[in-house]
């Protein structure tokens, strides 16, 4: 049988609307008679209809995280993030794939699901800040630098200074030419010219010449496309000693590229990655790589969120920035000890 909060201030000998005040969290409720609270909600197993709370202020308690790619491991990661931080404020989550395509985005931009969503964390590839303009609906949260300065908030990272460090990392360590995987020259490639950006800023600082033979790109950023880019790279006329890839997937290809050409990975070429995902931590060798918070920025993005609909949702956008840090691996300062 359900509870209510009548059967809870029935137990506790204590009002309706005292229960009510002890399961919101407010402060001015004496010590002992919280303490009555809470042993009759344990004692019932007491769990708050969300729903209607959610229905008198006149939300669904749902919002929506909408990524280009679910397998994409470092997508998939953040959505387990975001699951758990909207958890925290009583929201269930409902995950959509737009496949980096402009017209779904537009889509689930425009709010065609508003009527179920209260708001909407975006992970745009190909949308424009001129797809924005003039959306007055359902409350939205950017990620990444796709737009830069649209209409709506959103939680980045600085993709150019990750990538400055993680080239810098192999300049540290003897490498002389140092390849780049992942290049876009497509409009979507938001992501792929930042961090080209911050690889061509490292190199410039050390004094190493940009050398267009060891940019190889890629049309997507999955396995096969670093493994393809990899076995280009190995027939130039230039072999690389280095290799950065623009997301952990690239590399795991890149390093099975390698291992078939019968290369060592790092004493004949070192391998770093972007995202920090699991799988290159399972990877042999273990993958050297980025890793932003993903946490962090899921945390960040929930709650841009909540701030707009508790809030004036026509104060200006605003940019939070995420934390990241450099994983440095067995790909790149082999196995430790051994």
């Known amino acids: 049988m359900r509870h ?22 407010h402060v001015h409720v004496r010590a002992d008679t919280r303490a009555r609270v809470e042993e009759a909600i344990a004692e019932l197993n007491y769990r ?43 929201w269930t989550v409902l995950i959509d794939q737009t496949g980096g395509r402009r017209e779904q985005e537009r889509v689930v931009a425009s ?7 209260d708001g909407l964390i975006l992970s745009p590839l190909a949308l424009t800040a ?28 600085d993709n150019v200074a990750a990538a400055r460090e993680i080239t810098a990392h192999l300049i540290q360590l003897g490498c002389r030419r140092i390849a780049a995987v992942g290049v876009q020259r497509t409009d979507e490639g938001a992501s792929a010219r930042l961090r080209l950006a911050g690889y061509r800023d490292a190199l410039r600082a050390a004094g190493l010449a940009y050398d267009q033979a060891l940019v190889a790109s890629a049309p997507t950023w999955h396995r096969a496309d670093g ?26 290809g890149a390093l099975r590229a390698l291992h078939d050409a019968g290369l060592r990975v790092p004493e004949d070429v070192a391998v770093v990655g972007f995202d920090d995902i ?56 082999g196995r430790v000890g051994g």
């Open 227 to 252: 493994a393809a880019a990899m076995r280009g790279l190995l027939t130039s006329d230039v072999r690389p000693d280095a290799v950065f890839c623009f997301n952990d997937t690239l590399a795991l």
């Open 4 to 25: 209510r909060l009548k059967d809870v201030a029935e137990r506790a000998g204590v009002s309706v609307k005292t229960v009510s005040n002890v399961v919101n969290g």
């Open 130 to 157: 001129a797809d924005l303009a003039g959306l007055d609906g359902t409350p939205m949260v950017l990620l990444g630098e796709r737009i830069a300065d649209g209409p709506a908030d959103r939680v980045v990272i």
């Open 278 to 333: 699991e799988d290159g931590r399972f990877a042999i060798p273990t993958l050297s790589t980025v890793a932003p918070d993903k946490e962090q920025i899921a945390r960040l993005a929930i709650q841009l969120l909540a701030d707009r609909l508790d809030g004036d949702r026509t104060l200006p956008a605003r940019q939070l920035k995420a934390r990241y840090r450099l994983r440095f691996r067995e790909s790149t300062v």
């Open 48 to 90: 708050p209809n969300l729903s209607a709370r959610h229905l008198r202020k006149g939300r669904t308690g749902v919002i929506a995280l909408a990524v280009p790619e679910l397998d994409i491991p470092y997508f998939a990661e953040l959505a387990r993030h975001v699951v758990s931080a909207a958890a925290e404020h009583g």
């Open 111 to 117: 709010g065609v699901t508003d009527h179920l969503i």
